[in-house]
Nanobody, 117 residues
Framework: QVRLVESGGGLVQPGGSLRLSCAAS????????MSWYRQAPGKQRALVAT???????NYADSVKGRFTISRDNAKNTVHLQMNSLKPEDTAVYYC???????????WGQGTQVTVSS
């Protein structure tokens, strides 16, 4: 029984920073891809950043140069360092892990990030 738990969300002023973390709890498994998504009210869930098992990263254009995704394979944990935050970054952020062997996707419950003055 795999469960992903996000942490690090909160309220921050424009220009500030937050660091999100997501760790798998339960069954041990190899993770191929770790990703962060976000969903603002009234909008569909959108990909923010992805990191593969080999360390290759991809970012949405809206966050390039401001966000950094990283992973700790030993701890099955992914992080998202968010700098220079903007009000439009306000959303619920979700982590998603894709298992290497089964290719099954696991989703976290989400953590709220609010950027406001």
């Amino acid at each position: 029984q795999v469960r992903l738990v996000e942490s690090g969300g909160g309220l921050v002023q424009p220009g500030g920073s937050l660091r999100l973390s997501c760790a798998a709890s339960g069954s041990a498994f190899s993770i191929y891809v770790m990703s962060w998504y976000r969903q603002a009210p009234g909008k569909q869930r959108a990909l923010v950043a992805t990191i593969t098992s080999s360390g290759n990263t991809n970012y949405a254009d809206s966050v390039k140069g401001r966000f950094t995704i990283s992973r700790d394979n030993a701890k099955n944990t992914v992080h998202l360092q968010m700098n220079s935050l903007k009000p439009e970054d306000t959303a619920v952020y979700y982590c998603k892990f894709r298992a290497t062997m089964s290719r099954h996707d696991y989703w976290g419950q989400g953590t709220q990030v609010t950027v406001s003055s």
